[in-house]
Each structure stands twice: as C-alpha cells, then as structure tokens.
C-alpha cells in the first residue's frame, strides 16, 4: 500500500516525500538501514533499484515551473537518494555528496573565513594535511596540529579564533583513537564545529553525530563504496542551517559526484553491515596473528587491551574494523621494500576499505605530502606497513603475509 502511495508521486517529491519513510527507518537495527535506506521504487517505472538519472539538466514545463529539478550539479534523483542513504545510516538529518573525499573535507573549510583557526590531528590522512597546509594555509585560515589523544593538547590551542576541530579517529595510519565525547563537550560550550573524518571506521562501526559531532565526513571510496571501484565524498549533518550553508558550498563550487558514481556508493551501502563484520573478524585474527610473530616488532590495533586509546574505542566503536598498521623488529628499508613487492593476495597500492585485501607503504605512498620530519615527529616512521585487510579468508591472508615476512627478513 505504502509503495502504490509513493509510485503515484511525481519525481519532484522524492526528495521531501520520504518523510514518513525515513522516520520509520531511523528506528530500524543498522542492518536493516543498508538495505533499505534511499530505496524508493521509481515512480515511473516501478524500478525497484534507484535508476542512474545521467542528464545535466531537466525541462520546465513554462519558466520556474518544473519538477523541483532544475539543473544537474543543484539537484540529481540518483544524488538524492545517496544524501537520503547516507542520512540513515550515519544516524544524521542531512547527506550530502561529493566528487572525493577531499572535496568534501574542502567544503567544510569554506565555511570559514580568513582568521579563523582550525585545531586538526597531528596524524591523519596525508591528503587532509595537504589541503590545509598547501592550499588553505595561504588563504589565512590557521591550523593547529595536535595528538588528539591527549584533551589537553586541544585545550592548549583553543582561543576565540578556534572556529573548528577537525578528528580523525581511528587516524591514518598509526590507528591512534581520540574521544570523540569529551572532544564535542569542548566544541559545544565553545560553539566551535566538530567535524569527524568517519572512514575508517565507517557508520557500521561508530556513528560520531551521536557522540556530539555536527559533521561527520567520509572518503566513500573507501568503504562505504567497498568494491575500489568509484571516488567519492561525502558529509552528514543533523543542523539544518549548517546543511544548507554546505549544500551552498556544494552547488556554488561544483565538486558534485556523477549519477553513475552515486549508484555504486548506493549499491555498496547495501553489504556494508555484513562487509565490516568480516573486515572486523579477519583484522582481528591477522592483528593477533602479527602481534604473536617473532619478527614483528610492533602492531597498531586498537582491539589491543594493551592499546592506549582501547577503552575510548570499545566504548565509541562497535568493532575494531580491518586496518592495521605494523613495523618489523628489522627495521630496514630493504626489509620492508622485499614485503611489501612479495604479498600475493595483497595487493601494493594506495587506498583502503575494498573488499580485497591492499598492503601500503604510508612513508612513499599515501602519507608522502607530510615532511619526512614532521612524520617521524608523530611516530610515522620510513618502515611502517599498513594493512587493509580484505573479506577474503583470513586463513588464506595470514599464509600470504608469512611468506612474505619470511622473505623480507631474510633480505
Ligand atoms: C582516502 C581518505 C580521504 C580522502 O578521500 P578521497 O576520496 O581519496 O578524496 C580522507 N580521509 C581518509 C581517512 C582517507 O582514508
């Protein structure tokens, strides 16, 4: 019945009649999210999957009288019922998608102006710090870099400047974890915007607007998508004039993601519940497996009792998800060059998130734009591997990285 009700509304109300839908399903378990959230059967067709509207523009019927859709980069259906979806499942009001990642990130900086200070991690995504320092920085915006594993750092940087925190928790890629409560209990008294990059846990393991943020970012490349098959960005708000000074930003500056991108984030949302349980499994038992090997020196996992950030974690996350950053006690360029080239179901390349497994070398690769000093400073060092492990079978992952290992120290 409820669908015949939908089927019958124009395109034009797709976006505001879900009300009702998206009330009832704000209330559903999270696995029940991924399937149905932003599912709406076509209203011409019946279509039981979001169709890909791959037009730039939409005709009017006479001047200003259209369908609520006017112009591709302001208003997509397929856009749409991605911002409805990522609403849903990140227990926020408001979506909102971008071309990447970073074009995300670059949207929340916009809303600041010239002056304004910005306190961020001293470890997070190299592109991230690359933003702020390389682009930002000359348009006067200030940034602070702090270990946001400690309060008093953060507290150390605040003034009447301070404008917004920016967390990433777990960071990228020493997975140092920041409390994401006692951070919003700062922003609020202070009216400062808390905005929390989400990747790597994902809205499956940690939903931050409920712990306070007013923004959460993703890089949906990683594994909202989770098939290495699409760039994509994306911000989750539960403030209405905050969503509308964004979308401003979105429709001013243009870093839209196309129709076609928007269904494969859509389509990954789907297996996102049962995708981060398998992550979750096989990262713990690889975390354990390294932690146990007689030629690693070091993990980074905050599933670790002996993890110093572990309490905060298991109390904001719902698992330890499937990234893991690790040294071997040799500790040699050559050593770690010879693991990295001898994986064979790991394959070398930047990104994370997909559901094969990807090894990395943050120093050469994704966390090259830091100044080598500024990186061994925040404990980054040359030799340092990150994982992310796949959904294959662990067993499987755990052969192919003993190999490897053996090879590599004996290099
Ligand atoms: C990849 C990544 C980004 C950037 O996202 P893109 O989609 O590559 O632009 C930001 N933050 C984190 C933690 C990431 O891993």
């Known amino acids: 019945m409820k669908e015949k009700k939908f089927a019958s509304l124009p395109p034009c109300l797709l976006a505001s009649l879900p009300l009702s839908l998206f009330a009832y399903l704000c209330n559903m378990k999270p696995s029940t999210k991924y399937i149905h959230a932003g599912a709406h059967p076509d209203p011409s067709t019946g279509a039981i999957m979001t169709p890909i509207y791959q037009t730039s523009t939409y005709v009017q019927e006479s001047p200003g009288v259209h369908k609520g859709f006017e112009y591709a980069r302001s208003q997509n259906p397929t856009r749409q019922a991605l911002e409805e979806a990522l609403a849903v499942i990140e227990d926020g009001k408001y979506g909102l998608a971008f071309s990447s990642g970073v074009a995300a990130t670059d949207a929340v900086i916009r809303l600041l102006q010239p002056g304004n200070e910005v306190i961020a991690g001293s470890d997070m995504y190299g592109g991230t710090y690359r933003l702020f320092s390389k682009i930002y920085q000359k348009f006067g915006i200030i940034f602070h870099y702090v270990d946001m594993t400690d309060i008093k750092n953060i507290e150390a940087k605040l003034n009447a400047n301070t404008k917004l925190i920016w967390v990433e928790t777990p960071t990228n890629p020493l997975m140092n974890i920041a409390d994401i409560k006692a951070i919003a209990r700062i922003t609020n008294k202070y009216s400062i915007l808390l905005c929390v990059d989400n990747t790597f846990a994902s809205p499956a393991l940690q939903n931050p607007l409920q712990l306070g943020a007013d923004i959460v970012m993703h890089s949906a490349t990683k594994y909202l998508s989770g098939h290495s098959d699409v760039i994509q960005g994306a911000l989750i708000i539960n403030d209405k004039q905050l969503r509308d000074e964004l979308y401003f930003i979105q429709k001013s500056c243009g870093a839209v993601p196309g129709p076609m991108d928007c269904f494969l984030v859509l389509r990954g949302i789907k297996t996102l519940g049962i995708r981060m349980e398998r992550h979750s499994q096989n990262g713990a038992k690889i975390a354990h497996y390294l932690k146990c090997h007689a030629d690693v020196k070091k993990v980074y996992w905050p599933g670790f009792e002996d993890h110093p950030g572990h309490e905060?974690?298991?109390?904001?996350?719902?698992?330890?998800?499937?990234?893991?950053?690790?040294?071997?006690?040799?500790?040699?360029?050559?050593?770690?060059?010879?693991?990295?080239?001898?994986?064979?179901?790991?394959?070398?390349?930047?990104?994370?998130?997909?559901?094969?497994?990807?090894?990395?070398?943050?120093?050469?690769?994704t966390h090259a734009s830091i100044p080598r000093e500024e990186r061994i400073k925040n404990g980054l060092n040359d030799t340092l591997i990150r994982l992310s492990v796949g959904i294959e079978d662990a067993d499987d992952l755990i052969e192919d990285l003993d190999q490897a290992i053996s090879l590599a120290v004996k290099a």
Do not use: C, Y
Request: net charge positive; aromatic share 6%; glycine share 8%.
């Open 312 to 365: 905060i974690a298991k109390k904001q996350m719902r698992d330890f998800g499937g990234m893991i950053s690790f040294e071997l006690k040799k500790d040699s360029m050559e050593a770690a060059r010879t693991l990295l080239s001898s994986t064979k179901l790991f394959s070398l390349a930047e990104s994370l998130g997909g559901v094969e497994s990807l090894i990395n070398h943050p120093a050469s690769m």
